[in-house]
């Protein structure tokens, strides 16, 4: 094998290879500590055309659960429709038998919207993206 020959890169994976390679991730996670309950969570509000505008999206693993995307369009703002997202999340979690969920958010983002929701701030990675912060929350809900 060639070391020094240059890797296929893309800014454009396709889906199908994000989700094998999420699938295999999964799986070895899995091997290696028993834990076989991963599940998608995802909340999805389109209009009646069709149009996305608002979503979350994590999973749950081993009484964890993780939000990785939240987002809703500037135009839905102020409705509450994040709170809504957030809490249906939350609920569906401790159904699925969570007892914490994460989240990441940066500075310019929403850490005041999580803490009035309950998360508290665990780490900062400080000038990610440059200039800002990358803010680690956690959350231990009601059983």
Known sequence: ???????????????????ELDGRINDY??????IRDARYLSIML?????????GLHG???G??????LLWVAEDRRGEGLGTRLLQSAEDEA??????LILLATRSFQAPGFYE??????????????????EIFMVKYPPA
């Open 116 to 133: 009035r929701h309950g998360f508290s701030p665990v780490a900062t990675v400080h000038g990610y993206p440059a200039g800002h912060s």
């Open 46 to 54: 389109r209009s009646d055309e069709g149009e996305l505008y608002a």
């Open 63 to 68: 009484g964890c659960c993780e939000i990785k």
């Open 29 to 34: 996670n899995a091997d290696r500590t028993g």
């Open 1 to 19: 094998m060639n070391l020094h020959r240059r890797l296929p890169v893309t800014d454009e994976p396709a889906a199908a290879d994000l989700s």
């Open 94 to 99: 401790i159904r699925r038998g969570c007892h």
């Open 59 to 61: 999973h749950s693993w």
